[in-house]
Antibody, heavy 119, light 107 residues
């Protein structure tokens, strides 16, 4: 069974930083692209970032480009999202998602970790 | 970037009704269109990809159609467990833009 478990969320002040992690199990992590998708409270889904299976390719939404960095450690089956220069509009639940085909199509989702940016 | 627009934003229908949700892309996306279902308090679940291919385990009352810019998700006979928000998404190239969602409720 595919399991994706996010951690690292919390309350942070505007301009601050946070690093999210996603521990994966139940599938061959190194064979799959992975993504972060966020959902602000009561709002819709927003794709944030994708990383290729070997980490050589990274993609970002314009809203986070230059501030967020996605990475992965295939030896630890773990996906990361380093978030810097956080803004109030970054407040959301951040979900990691499995992208089996490397085509920005998300076939499994984690439960999410809540990031709140507020002073 | 390509924009994805869903309609309606919400709907209320009776059990057994046929329900149709539309999704329009601002430019042609061939058949690179997915539908997700998000039940209240749950994470999204992939329902349909390639515009009309059901993900494994999805009930056959769900179907998708379309190509290019116009797509539909149809629930042939609405069931109480189908109460959810449905999102379309263009994929294959970045950004993987989602539609704004359609909330489906039981009348």
């Amino acid at each position: 069974e595919v399991q994706l478990l996010e951690s690292g969320g919390g309350l942070v002040q505007p301009g601050g930083s946070l690093r999210l992690s996603c521990a994966a199990s139940g599938f061959t992590f190194s064979n799959c692209a992975m993504a972060w998708v966020r959902q602000a409270p009561g709002k819709g889904l927003e794709w944030v970032s994708t990383i290729s299976s070997d980490g050589g390719g990274t993609f970002y939404a314009d809203s986070v480009k230059g501030r967020f960095t996605v990475s992965r450690d295939n030896s630890k089956n773990t996906l990361y999202l380093q978030m810097n220069s956080l803004r109030a509009e970054d407040t959301a639940s951040y979900h990691c998602a499995k992208d089996s085909t490397g085509s920005f199509l998300f076939d499994n989702w984690g439960q999410g970790t809540l990031v709140t940016v507020s002073s | 970037d390509i924009q994805m627009t869903q309609s309606p934003s919400s709907l209320s229908a009776s059990v057994g009704d046929r329900v149709t949700i539309t999704c329009r892309a601002s430019q042609g996306i061939s058949n690179y269109l997915a539908w997700y279902q998000q039940k209240p308090g749950k994470v999204p679940k992939l329902l349909i990809y390639a515009a009309s291919t059901l993900q494994s385990g999805v009930p056959s009352r769900f179907s998708g159609s379309g190509s290019g810019t116009d797509f539909t998700l149809t629930i042939s006979s609405l069931q109480p467990e189908d109460v959810a928000t449905y999102y379309c998404q263009k994929y294959n190239t970045a950004p993987g833009t989602f539609g704004q969602g359609t909330k489906v409720e039981i009348k």
